[in-house]
């Protein structure tokens, strides 16, 4: 069979994050357990998570976390991140063997920093160099695949149930502000590591439930960009148009759901002049990232959330509070799971996006 | 509210009830008729006899029409107009109005011919009652004569000739139709008439009668069982004379038909109207111009202001499926085209139609006819299209666009 | 009130209006059946002044004439179509005589026949108009 | 020349148990093929001079007629065929170029008809266009590569001027000349109506029909023929025309007896003259001359005209598009080569340029590869017969189509392949008053706004099946297509998988 990247390959989902607005760390624990009521939403052939705030350590530098075929692999990739950064720290992700989870590539996690002589004489933008040379590792480098490639925090994802997953990272001995999670149900995989969700690119990681009928359309806009899409699925695409709208466009979170999940026409046509006219350029600006088909996305970045469903909410998706805290998930299920008191239990519109960002100074 | 007062039950009458009735809803109408029975169509007798129409459907207007009008019928004859007063004296009663309409019609004329007292069965005809009368003294023997040989005498001749034994037209004047037609067009007619077994003397004149017999002027003698006497007919214009008012051959109306005398109009076969085609007054006993007249009468007697001053004759006649229809005066120069089934003849004088005669093919003659009415100037061209057929092509494309396209 | 217009303007002269006329005024159910081999007496007619052609039919006028001068009453004028009753008709041809659009036609069997709009046969909307292959004849509210 | 080599290319057959000699044919033929003989009251034909436009046949009231193809043919092999040997002898008779009418006729590939769309089974939902809004509006145009924002963070509308489409479809370049002011006006109604787009064509713009200018492309082409300043203003978008996929290379001969009246008044040449467009621009030899006239055009028109760029379909196509793409043009309008025409060389017709898919596949990618497919918007024509054509149109990656032919046979037209002669029997490809009368543009609009309506109808249906809602999800999204029958170099070139992969 293919894997991804070799072919399309649409899937069913679970998604779950959590939030503190005042950025106060939770473990990885909350978010794992409330994987668990979703169970029937994967199928064990993919689970992950994404924790923001827990490397304060290695805040500055960029963590790469990458999976190798086998060690050869290892050398090449190594040697590609030389020319670039100067690595600051390297080690293998620590990981514990339970019998769920098997078949594990070597996991690596390297912490580093652009050489700043070499940003210099290419004129790049730090994050555009470090996105361009994860593109050069994830097209160039067979077998070594960088699935996190932000500041202070990580990407961990595996082939197995989410819930499996979590444990096996050792997401327990984690602590972070907030913590997204992916339980997969792909239909046509073998199941490979670096198909699982969340997808990430610098800070930037996507979950995403959903089966987009705008994908052809949107990659091949987006890969005029510099962008690969190597992995053909969604939630690649979706955080490449992230990236290249909030990033490099530089819209607002807003502005950017504004255009991925543009409102109708008639929608438009009925706002207020200057909000109209707002809507109509993005629309007809970037018309080619409009998103169809049925999405329910959380969006992590640093220092905050965006959850958004598709424009006619063909995919579940709740939103919680109880204090600091925001809870999303497929199901109210997994919120109660991770806080049985949360509180203004809603189901966004299709199109809304909810943004939750931590307090300034807090993370 | 006005009370308005109509004598006569004829067409014109009909038509001034709906003439008043389209502006005054309210007033009171009263109908006095003679005859003893709603309007119908006197024309139509003939048509009886031959068994195309009954007299149910002779009647001109439903049933209902009198009492939908608000009309209140009086049957009797009017005996006397007080202009003065404003009465009509009908029997014992006096019936007041404040607007009266005399639609009297005509009567028919009888020559005093020697011996006519002798003969037994005889006739005018103009009513139902000739005609069930005819109907009555007639069997597939019987021999009938009919003087005059107008439109009434020949449409009584068509009616009967297949229900008699033989039938016997004659006139004083030399040929059928005197008044409509010429020579060429009359014997046109007369042969059809002719074919289905009517037999013509013409230019001759009844000297006496006695008992069954006609002696001819010209020796002629002519047995008969039926006499039917259709040599003419005479306005009744005595009440109107009577009460002062202004009468020639009928009785003088202005455009309006009003006579001389105030609040009193009249209407139909008794009034002397304009006859637009020779500029002169004329009675015009055709229905068209009974109806057009009745209808004037009662809007001014409304309080409407109508003005009718574009009459002109026209006459629609046939015979055993041959039609001649003709209009309007036969002067000026003519253009004339014939075959054997049809004659087409054009009147043309200072640039515009005056009359025509069409027998056989009379579709589209009414184009002719309003352009005789509307006095259309014509320029050579619009000639040269009339002769070959009447179409709309004669009034140009803008005209023409606004009158089909639009409501008229 | 909905009326028959025409605008000559789009008139093909192709008489087509002719024979849908005849047909549906033919009480048959079949075209060919109806006109074959037979002369048509349509109720609408196609003139030509010059290269223009215009199709004409009763104008259904505001103060129709020929109801006026009908002797027998066959003609009358009832919710803004003037129609004609057949059988009170006895074929006199004074309407033909008056109608200033030649559109009340004389037939030979004892009655004059005009358009009364397809109301009255089996059609139920004027044929001339549904058959119009350019609508230069309308039926509409003007 | 005393022998006929060629037997008459159509029968007509007369039912005469069915025809009652109403006379319709005869009136309705310009080509006089049919006359009433009054002695045997019998209607006769001239097969002869049938060209099998099928008017009589539309209009028989009693259906008594039908055209058949004649069966008298002549010895033919594979290698010579019956229109081979047919040409030969015309040629031989004649001295001259043969001439045709519309598209390319030939049996060669149709990749419209060997492409598949996908829809949505279980994994995604199909959305029904009955319930849930489905929307086809795009904008054509330049897109500028960065957004820009005020000193207050407010965005800076910094479009170029861009063509508003209710649907992906406009009506392509067919001039008032070579059709008749009534057929202009049937597709300026339409166009207004149905808030799209026509083209002058290269005829200039009567006088009429500048009500109808925000619904109106307006052509310059090699013969400049009724191009002045108004008639710049007058449209929404200005299109120059390097080519036509029915005739790449070559340029219009429009007959002297066809500039009559108007149209002359409209083309701004004496009547009687040929109107005659040189096969390239002379002032266009090269890529750079493009870009002066591009830029004089919106230097005339004070940039607020999108300029729209049309070529045919050749075999460097990808080059070409990015050569246009660079020029300034925010509109490259691609023309295949089944493309119509009012009249060109057969051979050139038949044999020159490619199909349009094709070239579109390759464009589209070509500008994708360069990052410049956001430079200009891409406009396809050359046989859009469908709204399936459209689908596939967009999905290979086309903004709009343009369509013709399609519009043409809306308005009556049956490719009887005569408009040469201008006896059109259903008044489109003609100027004679009496046969221009006979498409009442009421009715000639309303056939277009229906066939729109209608093709708009499946286009939701299909992009519904796909589980998209919106038009510009469905451009360049290769994934919904499929290939059947293809080889892997068209599957290349296409960008599509076969179907079954």
């Known amino acids: 069979m293919k894997k991804e990247g070799e072919i399309r390959i649409p899937s069913g989902c679970a998604i779950s994050a959590v939030i503190s607005k005042d950025g106060n760390k939770m473990t990885g624990e909350k978010i794992i357990e409330s994987m668990i009521p979703m169970h029937d939403r994967s199928n064990g052939l993919g689970g992950g998570f994404a924790g923001y705030g827990i490397y304060p350590d290695h805040k500055n530098e960029y963590a790469l976390h990458i999976f190798f075929n086998d060690k050869y692999r290892i050398e090449d990739c190594e040697r590609i991140i030389k020319d670039s950064f100067e690595i600051v720290k390297k080690e293998i992700i620590p990981t514990r063997k339970i019998p769920e989870i098997t078949d594990e590539p070597i996991i690596m996690r390297y912490f580093v920093s652009p050489l700043f002589s070499l940003l210099r004489s290419l004129q790049l933008d730090e994050k555009e160099f470090v996105v361009r040379i994860v593109m050069k590792i994830n097209t160039e480098v067979d077998g070594a695949y960088v699935f996190s490639s932000g500041k202070n925090m990580g990407a961990f994802k595996a082939v197995g149930f989410p819930e499996d997953v979590g444990r096996f990272y050792k997401l327990d001995e984690y602590e972070g502000y907030s913590w997204t999670a992916h339980g997969r149900y792909p239909t046509n995989t073998p199941g490979w590591w670096g198909g699982a969700h969340p997808f990430g690119l610098l800070d930037y990681t996507i979950v995403h439930n959903g089966e987009i009928s705008s994908y052809d359309a949107n990659r091949r806009f987006i890969e005029m960009f510099g962008y690969k899409c190597t992995l053909q699925t969604d939630t690649e695409v979706i955080t490449y148009i992230a990236d290249y709208l909030i990033r490099r466009q530089g819209l607002s979170l807003t502005e950017t759901a504004s255009v991925i999940a543009a409102p109708f026409w008639t929608t438009i046509e009925n706002k207020p002049e200057k909000e109209r006219e707002k809507l109509k350029y993005l629309r007809t600006m970037f018309s080619s990232l409009l998103i169809t088909g049925p999405f329910s996305i959380i969006l992590g970045f640093d220092g905050g959330l965006m959850a958004l469903n598709d424009r006619l909410k063909l995919r579940s998706m709740v939103v919680g509070e109880y204090n600091d805290k925001v809870f999303i998930a497929s199901e109210e299920a997994a919120i109660r799971k991770m806080e049985i008191n949360a509180k203004n239990i809603y189901a966004p519109q299709g199109g809304e996006p909810i943004i939750v960002k931590v307090k300034e100074g807090k993370f | 509210m006005k009370n308005y007062v109509i004598i006569g039950g004829g067409v014109a009458s009909a038509s001034c009830i709906e003439g008043i009735r389209q502006i005054d809803k309210s007033g009171k109408i009263y109908l006095i008729s003679g005859e003893g029975k709603p309007t119908y169509c006197r024309p139509l007798i003939s048509y009886y006899l031959q068994g195309i129409t009954d007299f149910k459907k002779m009647k001109y207007r439903p049933d209902e029409f009198y009492t939908d009008n608000n009309c209140e019928m009086i049957f009797g004859k009017a005996e006397k107009i007080d202009a003065v007063n404003k009465t009509v004296k009908v029997g014992d009663k006096t019936i007041k109005y404040d607007r009266l309409c005399v639609a009297t019609g005509s009567s028919p004329f009888i020559p005093p011919f020697n011996g006519l007292d002798t003969v037994k069965n005889k006739t005018a005809f103009m009513t139902e009652d000739d005609a069930l009368y005819i109907e009555k003294n007639i069997s597939p023997d019987t021999k009938v004569l009919i003087i005059g040989a107008g439109l009434i005498g020949l449409k009584c001749a068509e009616g009967l000739v297949s229900k008699v034994g033989s039938i016997t037209v004659s006139d004083l004047a030399t040929r059928v139709l005197s008044s409509i037609l010429d020579d060429k067009c009359a014997s046109y007619m007369q042969k059809v008439l002719e074919e289905q077994g009517v037999s013509f003397i013409l230019g001759d004149s009844v000297s006496s009668f006695d008992k069954n017999t006609a002696t001819f002027n010209s020796g002629k003698v002519v047995d008969f069982d039926l006499l039917i006497l259709a040599v003419g007919v005479r306005a009744n214009i005595s009440l109107v004379k009577d009460a002062g008012g202004e009468t020639n051959r009928g009785i003088i109306v202005n455009d309006k038909m009003q006579t001389s005398l105030q609040h009193i109009y009249a209407a139909g076969d008794c009034a002397e109207g304009y006859d637009n085609s020779i500029n002169a007054r004329r009675v015009l006993a055709i229905l068209p111009s009974a109806y057009a007249q009745g209808f004037t009468a009662g809007i001014n007697m409304a309080g409407g202001n109508k003005s009718l001053n574009d009459e002109f004759p026209l006459n629609a006649i046939g015979f055993f499926g041959l039609h001649a229809l003709t209009a309007g005066a036969y002067t000026g120069e003519m253009y004339e085209e014939k075959s054997d089934k049809n004659i087409k003849r054009l009147f043309f004088n200072d640039n515009k139609l005056v009359g025509f005669i069409l027998i056989g093919d009379v579709k589209g003659a009414g184009i002719y006819t309003s352009l005789i009415k509307n006095k259309t100037f014509l320029t050579e061209n619009m000639k040269k299209s009339l002769e070959k057929s009447p179409s709309l092509a004669i009034l140009g494309s803008l005209t023409r666009s606004q009158k089909l396209g639009g409501v008229v | 009130?909905?009326?028959?217009?025409?605008?000559?303007?789009?008139?093909?002269?192709?008489?087509?209006?002719?024979?849908?006329?005849?047909?549906?005024?033919?009480?048959?159910?079949?075209?060919?059946?109806?006109?074959?081999?037979?002369?048509?007496?349509?109720?609408?007619?196609?003139?030509?002044?010059?290269?223009?052609?215009?199709?004409?039919?009763?104008?259904?006028?505001?103060?129709?004439?020929?109801?006026?001068?009908?002797?027998?009453?066959?003609?009358?004028?009832?919710?803004?179509?003037?129609?004609?009753?057949?059988?009170?008709?006895?074929?006199?041809?004074?309407?033909?005589?008056?109608?200033?659009?030649?559109?009340?036609?004389?037939?030979?069997?004892?009655?004059?026949?005009?358009?009364?709009?397809?109301?009255?046969?089996?059609?139920?909307?004027?044929?001339?108009?549904?058959?119009c292959p350019n609508k230069a004849i309308v039926y509409e509210e003007r | 020349m005393s022998i006929n080599y060629i037997y008459p290319e159509f029968e007509v057959v007369r039912n005469p148990n069915r025809c009652i000699c109403c006379r319709v044919c005869e009136r309705q033929c310009a080509n006089e093929v049919h006359r009433f003989d009054a002695d045997g009251k019998v209607m006769l034909s001239d097969e002869s001079k049938c060209v099998n436009c099928q008017r009589c046949v539309s209009l028989c009231p009693t259906r008594a007629l039908k055209i058949i193809k004649s069966d008298c043919v002549l010895r033919e092999n594979a290698n010579w065929q019956n229109q081979t040997i047919k040409e030969i002898y015309k040629q031989a008779e004649s001295g001259g170029v043969l001439l045709s009418s519309m598209g390319n006729p030939n049996p060669l590939p149709v990749y419209f008809d060997k492409i598949l769309i996908n829809a949505s089974q279980v994994t995604n939902p199909s959305i029904d266009p009955l319930r849930e809004p489905m929307e086809t509006k795009v904008f054509l145009g330049k897109k500028p590569n960065k957004i820009e924002r005020d000193k207050d963070g407010n965005f800076i509308n910094n479009l170029p001027p861009q063509i508003e489409l209710s649907m992906p479809v406009m009506f392509s370049a067919m001039s008032y000349g070579s059709i008749s002011y009534n057929a202009h006006k049937s597709l300026a109604l339409a166009a207004q109506k149905l808030g799209i787009l026509y083209n002058t064509g290269e005829g200039g713009l009567h006088e009429d029909f500048y009500v109808y200018g925000d619904n109106t492309i307006v052509q310059v082409a090699s013969g400049r023929f009724g191009v002045h300043e108004n008639y710049l203003q007058a449209g929404k978008a200005i299109e120059i025309k390097m080519g036509q996929g029915a005739k790449p290379g070559i340029g219009g001969h429009l007959p002297g007896t066809k500039i009559v009246g108007d149209v002359s008044k409209t083309r701004m040449i004496p009547e009687g003259s040929d109107a005659i467009s040189p096969a390239p621009h002379h002032d266009i030899y090269s890529i750079e001359d493009l870009r002066q006239l591009v830029y004089s055009l919106k230097e005339a028109t004070a940039y607020k005209k999108p300029v729209i760029v049309k070529v045919a379909a050749v075999h460097n196509i990808a080059a070409i598009a990015s050569g246009i793409a660079r020029s300034g043009a925010d509109v490259i309008a691609i023309d295949g080569f089944r493309g119509g025409t009012g009249a060109a060389p057969t051979r050139v017709r038949d044999n020159v340029g490619i199909p349009i898919e094709l070239a579109l596949a390759a464009v589209d990618k070509r500008l994708r590869d360069e990052g410049i497919r956001n430079n200009v918007s891409l406009v396809v024509g050359g046989s859009i017969r469908s709204a399936a054509d459209v689908v596939k149109s967009i999905a290979l990656g086309a903004d709009a189509c343009y369509i013709a032919t399609a519009a043409l046979l809306a308005l009556g037209c049956h490719l009887c392949r005569t408009c040469q002669t201008g006896k059109c029997n259903w008044g489109i490809a003609t100027q004679n008053p009496e046969l221009v009368k006979r498409l009442n543009p009421e009715i000639g609009s309303q056939r277009l706004i229906n066939l729109m309506t209608a093709w708009k109808h499946e286009i939701k249906e299909m992009m519904g099946g796909m589980g998209i809602n919106s038009i510009e999800t469905l451009r360049g999204n290769r994934l919904m297509l499929r290939g059947i029958g293809l080889n892997e170099k068209e599957l290349e070139i296409l960008g599509i998988s076969h179907a079954g992969q």
């Open chain 3, 1 to 131: 009130m909905k009326k028959i217009y025409v605008n000559e303007k789009w008139c093909l002269g192709c008489h087509l209006c002719e024979y849908n006329c005849a047909f549906a005024n033919s009480g048959e159910t079949d075209m060919v059946k109806a006109l074959k081999d037979k002369e048509i007496s349509p109720r609408i007619h196609v003139e030509e002044d010059g290269k223009i052609t215009y199709a004409v039919s009763c104008r259904h006028c505001e103060d129709p004439v020929c109801v006026k001068s009908c002797i027998s009453g066959a003609l009358s004028k009832k919710d803004g179509v003037v129609t004609i009753d057949k059988n009170k008709c006895v074929g006199c041809f004074t309407c033909v005589l008056v109608c200033p659009y030649g559109a009340v036609i004389p037939t030979d069997k004892h009655a004059a026949i005009k358009c009364e709009l397809c109301l009255k046969n089996a059609c139920g909307y004027p044929a001339c108009v549904k058959g």
